[in-house]
């Protein structure tokens, strides 16, 4: 597994759209059906990744904490699931269910909405404003397996208080570290 940072999307970026299946209900979800009314966050995650499982149970509290304050939140995966079979959809369902996401897990086979994002690594966050412009992009927070940092969510936490006390964002936005994004090989 080599450590992959995000690639720190240009900020005032509109979000892109998209409109993908949900591995929990079968449905699809568009950009406009999670969106929050103050912000919304859109997490590239995915199933296997140690630095996803690391945070998970903090990014669960986070959307939890934030939504009832009118925030939308929305996890997307986009590996290859022909070389890394423990991230189909249907194990996705699974993962979603034993972690109690409380957000929409979105599959995105393609992987045109991780390249429209610029995705680059599992954890990737991106925190949009009301009217979808992008005012953060990094890390969850500095916790890492292995480093002994608490998991906080405090990076993401901030930005979110920031939008709802209309506060300018950090300048010195830290990018997210994980596992590289499995690309599909031509």
């Given at each position: 597994?080599?450590?992959?940072?995000?690639?720190?999307?240009?900020?005032?970026?509109?979000?892109?759209?998209?409109?993908?299946?949900?591995?929990?209900?079968?449905?699809?979800?568009?950009?406009?059906?999670?969106?929050?009314?103050?912000?919304?966050?859109?997490?590239?995650?995915?199933?296997?990744?140690?630095?996803?499982?690391?945070?998970?149970?903090?990014?669960?509290?986070?959307?939890?904490?934030?939504?009832?304050?009118?925030?939308?939140?929305?996890?997307?995966?986009?590996?290859?699931?022909?070389?890394?079979?423990?991230?189909?959809?249907?194990?996705?369902?699974?993962?979603?269910?034993?972690?109690?996401?409380?957000?929409?897990?979105?599959?995105?086979?393609?992987?045109?909405?991780?390249?429209?994002?610029?995705?680059?690594?599992?954890?990737?966050?991106?925190?949009?404003?009301?009217?979808?412009?992008?005012?953060?992009?990094?890390?969850?927070?500095?916790?890492?397996?292995?480093?002994?940092?608490?998991?906080?969510?405090?990076?993401?936490?901030?930005?979110?208080?920031?939008?709802?006390?209309?506060?300018?964002?950090?300048?010195?936005?830290?990018?997210s570290m994980g596992c590289g994004i499995?690309?599909?090989?031509?």
């Amino acid at each position: 597994m080599a450590l992959t940072p995000s690639n720190m999307l240009a900020l005032g970026t509109k979000a892109p759209n998209f409109n993908l299946p949900n591995v929990v209900t079968g449905e699809s979800n568009s950009l406009s059906d999670v969106q929050g009314e103050k912000g919304t966050v859109v997490m590239f995650i995915c199933n296997h990744c140690p630095y996803v499982k690391h945070v998970n149970e903090e990014i669960v509290r986070l959307a939890n904490d934030y939504r009832v304050t009118g925030f939308g939140f929305v996890g997307i995966s986009s590996n290859d699931v022909k070389n890394y079979p423990q991230d189909s959809p249907e194990k996705m369902a699974i993962v979603a269910e034993e972690e109690n996401y409380s957000f929409p897990y979105l599959y995105d086979a393609s992987q045109e909405i991780a390249q429209a994002y610029d995705a680059a690594c599992t954890p990737d966050f991106y925190v949009f404003d009301a009217e979808l412009r992008l005012v953060y992009r990094g890390q969850l927070d500095a916790s890492r397996p292995g480093n002994r940092i608490q998991v906080t969510g405090r990076d993401v936490r901030e930005a979110l208080d920031n939008i709802m006390n209309n506060q300018p964002q950090r300048k010195d936005q830290r990018p997210s570290m994980g596992c590289g994004i499995k690309w599909k090989k031509d």
